[in-house]
């Protein structure tokens, strides 16, 4: 099984809150996402980062935003949630190596509803 | 660039009888390509994956995919469906390295008892 864990699984909160969602994995890989999922979507990607202090923005445009301070670890937050943010976000991770094949390793997600 | 097509984002299989989900890819490199499953409310898993040698490779589960690089093919079977197959399937293609991984829209596959 992947080493990559998200908190919290499910959040309801109000319209204006802030959000941070967790993310983190053990396997001490460099690469890390951030993937956006509504039913019947494909994956939408949001943010990547290839190391610590590495952030990019993916091909869907967000509010959020996300930070790498450590290896580890790859939180997302939103500053002011809105019921358009409602929506599963999935963190996922890979090796950095140039010999990489791109294989992804996934959290079990976490589902966010803005009433 | 890189791009994914599956076709059929439902299918619907008796239990028992063979599993297939189609997908097409197209890349400018020679491309690595993935299976991977949702269960609901889960992340993904990878079901299989092709890197280099073998065309035909065997994932979890009993699945296998072919590639097939005169039709960018890289269709998903299985020769008996389970009511426990019945989730989502989402096929994938990268470049490997530092490239991005595309993936299709994904195929919901209902397993009818």
């Known amino acids: 099984e992947a080493d990559i864990y998200q908190t919290p699984r499910y959040l309801v909160i109000g319209t204006g809150k802030k959000i941070t969602l967790e993310c983190s994995q053990t396997?001490?890989?460099?690469?890390m996402y951030w993937y956006q999922q509504d039913p019947g979507m494909e994956l939408h990607l949001i943010h990547y980062?290839?190391?610590?202090?590495?952030?990019e923005k993916g091909d869907l445009s967000s509010e959020s935003t996300v930070s790498r301070i450590r290896t580890e670890h790859f939180p997302l937050t939103l500053e002011s949630a809105r019921p358009s943010h409602t929506s599963q976000y999935l963190c996922?991770?890979?090796?950095?190596?140039?010999?990489?094949?791109?294989?992804?390793?996934f959290g079990e997600g976490s589902r966010l509803t803005v009433l | 660039a890189q791009s994914v097509t599956q076709l059929g984002s439902h299918v619907s299989v008796s239990e028992g009888a063979l599993v297939l989900l189609r997908c097409n890819y197209s890349?400018?490199?020679?491309?690595?390509l993935f299976w991977y499953v949702q269960y609901p409310n889960q992340g993904l898993q990878l079901l299989l994956k092709?890197?280099?040698?073998?065309?035909l490779v065997k994932g979890i589960n009993g699945f296998e995919a072919e590639f097939k690089k005169s039709e960018t093919s890289f269709h998903l079977t299985k020769p008996s469906a389970h009511m426990s197959d019945a989730a989502e399937y989402f096929c994938?293609?990268?470049?490997?390295?530092?490239?991005?991984?595309?993936f299709g829209i994904g195929t919901k596959l209902q397993v009818i008892p």
């Open positions: 994938a293609v990268s470049s490997g390295g530092y490239q991005k991984v595309t």
């Open positions: 396997m001490g890989h460099d690469k």
């Open positions: 890349s400018s490199v020679p491309p690595y």
């Open positions: 980062s290839y190391g610590v202090n590495s952030t």
């Open positions: 996922a991770s890979t090796e950095g190596a140039n010999s990489n094949t791109g294989e992804l390793f």
């Open positions: 092709y890197t280099t040698g073998a065309t």
